[in-house]
Structures are given as C-alpha cells and as structure tokens.
C-alpha cells in the first residue's frame, strides 16, 4: 500500500508563509503527476495545484495563483507547496495524491497537514 505523508502545516498570521512537503513511500510516485488538494471545514476537497511527472508543468487554482508554487524533487519521492501571502480562506487540511487530468479522484490519501491562517 502507497503511503504519502503530508507536514509543514501550522497556525500562521494572515500574509504569512508555510512550505508543505509531502513524502511518498514508494518510487512509483516518480511517474505520475500530483496535486495537492485541500479541504475546509463543511467543503469538499478542492485541487489547488499540480505538477506533472518531470516538473516541467504546473497549474494552480485561480483562488491560489500566484501565491502558491508547487515542485518536486522525484529523487527524494517529495513534492512541495511553498504559500505566500496566505489568507484565511486558505485555512484547510491540505493533502497530496495523485493527479488525473480526466478527473478522476485518487484512491490513496494521507493524514493531511492542517493550516491554519488567523490573526
């Protein structure tokens, strides 16, 4: 079983900065492209960003562009979300999983790491 392992999460005053980090137990995570995702309280699971397999291509939700960056070091199986200039609406458990351009929803998730944005 796949396991993916979120962290960096934290309380952070409105503006603030957080770098989340998201560790894959297993090599094949190499080949795919990932999001991360987040969900908020009474909200379902929103995509903010993604990445495909090399690194070369990322896309970002409107609600985040230009805010978040999302890249990968495939040779330590991790990928990371640096969030600038957060928001309280950014408040969410985030977590990472595989990307399916057809829209599928991953079938493997971690324990998320929360983030939490108040003053």
């Known amino acids: 079983q796949v396991q993916l392992v979120e962290s960096g999460g934290g309380l952070v005053q409105p503006g603030g900065s957080l770098r989340l980090s998201c560790v894959f137990s297993t090599n094949i995570f190499r080949i795919y492209a990932i999001g991360w995702y987040r969900q908020a309280p009474g909200k379902q699971r929103e995509l903010v960003a993604s990445?495909?397999?090399?690194?070369?291509?990322?896309n970002y939700s409107d609600s985040v562009k230009g805010r978040f960056t999302i890249s990968r070091d495939n040779a330590k199986n991790a990928v990371y979300l640096q969030m600038n200039n957060l928001k309280p609406e950014d408040t969410a458990v985030y977590y990472c999983?595989?990307?399916?351009?057809?829209?599928?929803?991953?079938?493997?998730w971690g324990q998320g790491t929360q983030v939490t944005v108040s003053s």
């Open positions: 999983s595989r990307y399916y351009r057809n829209g599928e929803v991953p079938s493997d």
């Open positions: 990445i495909s397999s090399v690194g070369i291509n990322t």
